[in-house]
């Protein structure tokens, strides 16, 4: 599919996914978002995808926010859906089988953030600068951030950040637990996709369902968690990947996975 904001390069299991709007710092309009639905869709239905790097194009920016002029027309009904079409995309990358690596470039402001708070692990450049900057507009964060960022690093520390509106360098979003790594400028991607790449090469099985272990044991009592991850676990005993991965162990070689 071809899409007007977005580029996606994809090699040996590892699909990377451009947010291509640099004139706007990659703001998310209402096309951009439609075509992020549709890009999430498109790769997690794609065998050759094992892994994904979510980054923005250009310098500056992963992503500045939602967009600012085209919410600044909406009624209350409209910015309603804005927010739920937002919340899909969030939600989307989290049902995914795929992870999805945020390599954070530059700025993460509102929108930005919450998408990179939707992915299931955030690299920054050590020159990033995230935010919630919702506030100073008169509204607040409706893509997931309230209740992706509070669950992330506890309730005082989001509200500090989204009560303020004030930005945070990377070293502090470091400390704080939102990113994981920061990397200098030029190292960020390939770092990201290094880390996708190791994703792509163990079993792809094993990843989705210990993904889904954990964003789903989240919602969940730890006993309800342990059960769901012992049913999953029983599962993949069930899997050619449990039998080749444990084979080439015993046989002291690479094992080669299928995702069958
Ligand atoms: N929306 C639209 N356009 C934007 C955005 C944005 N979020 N951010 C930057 N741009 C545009 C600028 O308008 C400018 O365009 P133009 O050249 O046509 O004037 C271009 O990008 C370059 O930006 P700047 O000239 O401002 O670049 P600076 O380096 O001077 O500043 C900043 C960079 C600090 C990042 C600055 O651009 C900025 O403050 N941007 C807005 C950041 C922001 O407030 N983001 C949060 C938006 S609100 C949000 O995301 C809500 C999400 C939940 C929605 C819920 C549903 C309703």
């Known amino acids: 599919m071809d899409f007007n904001n977005l580029l996606i ?30 890009a999430f869709y498109q790769l997690e239905y794609d065998p050759a995808v094992k892994a994904v790097v979510l980054t923005g194009a ?19 009904y409209e910015g309603h859906q804005f927010a739920l079409k937002g919340q899909h995309c969030m939600m989307a990358m989290e049902k995914m089988r795929t992870p999805v690596i945020a390599a954070v470039n530059g700025f993460a402001l509102g929108g930005g953030l919450e998408l990179a708070l939707g992915c299931d692990f955030i690299y920054a450049s050590e020159k990033a600068k995230l ?23 506890g309730k005082n520390r989001a509200n500090e950040l989204i009560f303020t509106g004030k930005m945070v360098t ?61 049913s999953l676990f029983g599962v993949l005993f069930a899997t050619a990947d449990q039998k080749e991965g444990m084979a080439a162990f015993v046989e002291k070689r690479k094992a080669v996975f299928t995702g069958k």
């Open 58 to 76: 250009g310098e500056k920016a992963f992503v500045a926010g939602a967009d600012i002029k085209e919410m600044a027309a909406m009624n209350s």
């Open 170 to 230: 990377a070293d502090k979003a470091l400390a704080w637990g939102i990113v994981n790594e920061l990397f200098p400028p030029e190292e960020l991607l390939p770092k990201a996709q290094e880390a996708a790449a190791a994703i792509a090469g163990v079993g792809t099985l094993g990843v989705a369902y210990a993904k889904n272990a954990i964003a789903n044991g989240l919602n969940m009592t730890k006993e309800d968690g342990f059960r769901y991850e012992a």
């Open 131 to 153: 935010g919630f900057p919702e506030v100073t507009l008169g509204i607040m964060p409706g893509f997931g951030g309230t209740q992706n960022l509070a669950r992330l690093i």
């Open 9 to 38: 390069e994809t090699a040996a299991g590892v699909a990377t996914l451009t947010v291509n709007r640099p004139q706007a710092l990659n703001a998310l309009n209402g096309e951009v978002l439609t075509e992020l639905a549709a």
